[in-house]
């Protein structure tokens, strides 16, 4: 198979990637098998196409491909240990967490791969990674607006989580994290090239991480801007924003 047709693929993947990624926990899809309850998400079908992809077309070219294959062993290891005290049921969960790790990592290859062959697609990656995140969170104020009380949740394994942005992961550190990430990218551009929708937008992000409440999303806004700002000697600035 040619480049030209390997990168089409490529970007058919990544994109349909991203466009199921902001609904969530919404489309997954619950199963049973042998008395095994789990749940399969498209996006992780996705993954695991591009799992495939990257296998059979034998990509690679990261350094980091090495490491990453050491820890995959200790995993490997880890779960073999794992089978003398750990019931069927908790295996098989395991083992598709593990088989989730391998796969994402490949999709990383992936995204990778489409970038080195179509440099000019990375600002379009990029603006596709900011709007992901912006849907998130307009999913999340909808969510805030006409669902503010989840905790009946509870009754079906899901946190009770009461006046906070959730969103469709139902998590608002899930949800804080990616939208700390639209943050990151929009104020960071902001920042270098300031233009009046990047204010927008990473004010719009700013606020609704506000709203999630997750400690560790106001982390990831605090550490990432001021880092930002202090690479760029704005420390008066950085003052004001903390």
Partial sequence: MDDTKRIKIAEHLIFSYLVLFPFGQLIRVPLDFIGISFVIHPTDLIVMLSFIFVVVLKIEGLRVWGYFSAFILVCIFSYILSTTFYPLNQLVVGLMYLIRLIA????????YFFIKHNPKFSKILFDSLISVSFVVGVFG???YFFYPDLTALREIGWDDHLYRVVGTFLDPGFTG????????????RYIYRPKKVQFLLFVFF?????????????????????????????????????
């Fill in 141 to 143: 104020w909808i969510q």
């Fill in 104 to 111: 994402y990592f490949a999709f990383f290859l992936l995204c």
């Fill in 206 to 242: 700013l606020i609704t991480v506000a709203f999630t409440y997750s400690r560790a999303s106001y982390l990831a806004v605090l550490v990432a801007s001021g880092f930002i700002l202090i690479q760029k000697k704005k420390l008066m600035a950085f003052g004001i924003f903390l």
């Fill in 177 to 188: 994290i990616i939208l700390s990430l639209g943050f990151i990218a929009t104020f960071s």
